[in-house]
């Protein structure tokens, strides 16, 4: 298996060697890959049962009910 330091750096070296029509075609696809990453993501995290009901009520809960983790953990 490859390095990503290793995929970069051959990234990079054909980056070089790109028209800027063709980095523009590059670019567009890289921001279509990471959109794909991110929504498949993001399904896998709404795929959890009760996960999106239990952020929304989070969010709802106020400060104050929060405490530091500063007073929770003193091994950190």
């Given at each position: 298996?490859?390095?990503?330091?290793?995929?970069?750096?051959?990234?990079?070296?054909?980056?070089?060697?790109?028209?800027?029509?063709?980095?523009?075609?590059?670019?567009?696809?890289?921001a279509y890959l990471a959109?794909?990453?991110?929504?498949?993501?993001?399904?896998?995290?709404?795929?959890?049962p009760g996960l999106l009901?239990?952020?929304?009520?989070?969010?709802?809960?106020?400060?104050?009910?929060?405490?530091?983790?500063?007073?929770?953990?003193?091994?950190?």
């Open positions: 298996m490859v390095s990503v330091a290793e995929l970069q750096r051959q990234l990079n070296d054909s980056l070089k060697q790109l028209s800027p029509e063709r980095l523009q075609v590059l670019a567009d696809f890289a959109n794909a990453e991110s929504e498949a993501a993001t399904q896998e995290l709404l795929a959890i009901e239990r952020v929304k009520q989070n969010q709802t809960t106020s400060k104050t009910q929060y405490s530091s983790w500063r007073t929770l953990r003193s091994d950190v």
